[in-house]
């Protein structure tokens, strides 16, 4: 029996492919819902909020982390969710995590720790957020990692190469790498939490972007995904023209933006799953990726994600702190290379435990990317010496 209410193409929790290690059934929560309230309680998920989004974390109080990033991907996940019948439970868990494996200070952090690793297997982040939740957090006595449904896993490994697959595969046979290897989609849940993530991030850093200054309204007129709700927004409030009203114009444009990419998707979507008409969850695998944007919508929201990456993540202000970040982080990696015991004993042990100088990299690289922002720089100054950022 399907859950009451869910589509026949929703993950059914009762129909879950399951933990690696079985666990009895909770009283009271189905497996997804005790997936989110352990990814909740996790210790990974409370170092979200010292975690750079795109503004550093000591940049200022009110840009988005990690963590509020992840909070906005779970709301807008919930909601198309609900309007598509799809599990909600599963979106809020998958979004929840979805950037657990992020490392300090953003991106400029994850290709610094990947140009550390590149004799070592590299460094991948939504691997990393698999590996957190699989194997990082230690809290349980019966297992490492916090044993999450199969569909969750699945949803957190958004991307992995070829070659990694095949290293998850002789791990866990055709587990959450297979589909890597066979080319096929992961569950609506998942595909939507992908999207849901898109849409939040281009909108929050237009927000972030304009109250750091670094991005002007005047800017922005020339992106339709922006101008067109800009416009609407003019017409039904000639007031927010306004000087002193730049703020409450930015927000109720930001507004319109989010609802006409959210009804956009649901609309899309149900487009495609009446084109494709998938029974069950099995037969969406081995479907297109069936939750979309429309092509307009596809083509304005690409065209915003060009813009933002000109002009707000290659700001010459966004890069100057970049690569002190990455100067933190390439620091940090030869200084615990030198002298692991300067590691938190239970990496330290890792390290002595590790045979190959591939492993003894990977437990540096774990501990890297564990680290908020403000610890990294603080640990840096420790060994180094020398005070970077903040
Ligand atoms: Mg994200």
């Known amino acids: 029996m399907h859950e009451a209410g869910l589509a026949p193409y929703a ?8 933990r690696r290690y079985p666990e009895e059934p909770a009283p009271t929560r189905t497996p997804y819902q005790r997936d989110r309230d352990r990814i909740v309680h996790s210790t990974a998920f409370r170092r979200l909020v010292y975690k750079t989004q795109v503004f550093l974390n000591h940049e200022g109080d009110l ?6 990033h992840s909070i906005e991907v779970a709301q807008l996940g919930r909601s198309i969710a609900r309007s598509l019948r799809l599990n909600e439970d599963l979106v809020e868990a ?9 490392t300090p200070f953003g991106h400029a952090g994850q290709d610094q720790l990947h140009a550390c690793m590149a004799e070592h297997g590299g460094f991948e ?14 809290r349980y006595p019966q297992f490492d990692g916090l044993n999450l449904c199969f569909e969750t896993r699945e949803g957190i490994l958004k991307h992995c190469s070829a070659t990694h697959a095949r290293v998850l595969e002789v791990d866990e046979p055709g587990g ?3 589909r890597f290897l066979l080319r096929q989609q992961p569950s609506l849940e998942a595909q939507l939490c992908n999207l849901s993530d898109e849409i939040a991030y281009n909108a929050h850093d237009i927000d972030d972007g304009v109250r750091s200054g670094l991005l002007t309204l005047e800017q922005l007129q020339a992106i339709p995904l922006f101008e067109t709700r800009r416009q609407q927004a003019l017409a039904e409030y000639p007031a927010l023209a306004a000087a002193g009203s730049q703020h409450r114009l930015l927000y109720e444009t930001i507004r319109r933006m989010l609802s006409a990419q959210v009804y956009d998707v649901i609309d899309a979507t149900r487009q495609a799953l009446q084109d494709h008409c998938p029974g069950h969850v099995s037969e969406v695998r081995t479907m297109p990726v069936l939750v979309r944007f429309s092509s307009e919508m596809h083509d304005q929201s690409q065209a915003l994600k060009r813009f933002l990456f000109a002009h707000l993540y290659r700001h010459p202000q966004v ?3 970049t690569d002190s970040a990455r100067q933190v982080v390439r620091e940090l990696f030869a200084a615990y ?3 692991p015991q300067a590691m938190k004993p239970v990496f330290l042990q890792r390290w002595a435990e590790a045979n190959t100088a591939s492993e003894r990299a990977r437990v540096v690289a774990d501990f890297i990317a564990g680290m908020t922002d403000r610890f990294a720089v603080k640990e840096h100054e420790r060994l180094t010496g020398q005070r970077l950022l903040g």
Do not use: M, W
């Open 11 to 18: 993950c059914d929790p009762q129909q879950s492919r399951g």
């Open 125 to 138: 982040h939504n691997l990393q957020s698999l590996r957190v939740v699989d194997r990082l957090e230690r």
């Open 319 to 321: 890069v100057q702190t």
């Open 337 to 339: 290379t030198q002298q």
């Open 94 to 102: 998958i979004c929840l995590a979805h950037d657990l494996g992020h």
């Open 63 to 68: 840009f988005r982390t990690r963590l509020t």
């Open 176 to 178: 959450v790498g297979a």
